[in-house]
């Protein structure tokens, strides 16, 4: 049964950090590119993050750049993302998600696979 889980999230104060996991059973996910986005209440789900299924690719939101960091580790078939210096305006629920080929993008029509999400709140 192919399952797509993110862990990590949670309550943190502005400025703190969080690393995100992206776990897949059921499918490989060497292959693929893999994307996190988030959605906030009433926003559209947004791309933050992806990365080749090779690894060598990495493309971050103007908005996370500098703070997020991206990686893979294909041999436990799992997906980071290392979330630091968090601001109040990166709340939101964040979904890891996969694509049926090895290059990244941030448009959500890329990606086929979804996992049901992981609340980060960043507030004081």
């Known amino acids: 049964q192919l399952q797509i889980v993110e862990s990590g999230g949670g309550l943190v104060q502005p400025g703190g950090s969080l690393r995100l996991s992206c776990a897949a059973s059921g499918i490989t996910l060497e292959k693929s590119a893999i994307a996190w986005f988030r959605q906030a209440p009433g926003k559209e789900r947004e791309g933050v993050s992806c990365i080749s299924s090779g690894g060598g690719n990495k493309y971050y939101a103007d908005s996370v750049k500098g703070r997020f960091y991206i990686s893979r580790d294909n041999a436990k078939n799992t997906v980071y993302l290392q979330m630091n210096g968090l601001k109040p305006e990166d709340t939101a629920v964040y979904y890891c998600?996969?694509?049926?080929w090895g290059w990244g993008s941030l448009n959500p029509a890329d990606y086929e696979y979804w996992g049901q999400g992981t609340q980060v709140t960043v507030s004081s």
């Open positions: 998600a996969t694509a049926p």
